[in-house]
Nanobody, 120 residues
Framework: VQLQASGGGLVRAGGSLGLSCSAS????????MGWYRQAPGKQRELVAS???????NYADFVKGRFTISTNNAKNTLYLQMNSLQPEDTAVYYC???????????????WGQGTLVTVSS
C-alpha cells in the first residue's frame, strides 16, 4: 500500500485546514486508516483513526475540532481540522493497516508526512 498525504500548510490560530491521503491498495484489504502527528522533539502520536466499517477514534486533544473521514470510491482518507492552535503544529502522517486476502498478518504502512504550521 502506498500512501500520499497532501494539504498541509501555514494557518493562523483559530483557522482550518484539510488534509488528504490517497491510497493505492495494491492487493491489500485495508482494515483501518489513521492520522498521526509528530511535533519537533516529541514522539509520534495518534490523532484519529477510522476502521473499514466507519468506526472512528479521536485523541482527546482533537475531539470536537478534527474530523476524520474516507471516500472509499476514491481510496482517500481525509482529516478536517478546525479551531487550530499553535500546539497543533506538527508533521502529520497518514497510516494504514492492511492484510492480504486470506491472510491474518496485518501490515502497517505510512505516508511521507505533511507539515502543518499554526501561527499564533
Amino acid at each position: 500500500v502506498q500512501l500520499q498525504a497532501s494539504g498541509g500548510g501555514l494557518v493562523r490560530a483559530g483557522g482550518s485546514l484539510g488534509l488528504s491521503c490517497s491510497a493505492s491498495k495494491s492487493g491489500f484489504s485495508i482494515r483501518q486508516m489513521g492520522w498521526y502527528r509528530q511535533a519537533p522533539g516529541k514522539q509520534r502520536e495518534l490523532v484519529a483513526s477510522i476502521t473499514s466499517g466507519g468506526l472512528t477514534n479521536y485523541a482527546d486533544f482533537v475531539k470536537g475540532r478534527f474530523t476524520i473521514s474516507t471516500n472509499n470510491a476514491k481510496n482517500t482518507l481525509y482529516l478536517q481540522m478546525n479551531s487550530l492552535q499553535p500546539e497543533d503544529t506538527a508533521v502529520y502522517y497518514c497510516n494504514a493497516a492492511g492484510v492480504r486476502p486470506g491472510r491474518s498478518y496485518e501490515y502497517t504502512f505510512w505516508g511521507q508526512g505533511t507539515l502543518v504550521t499554526v501561527s499564533s
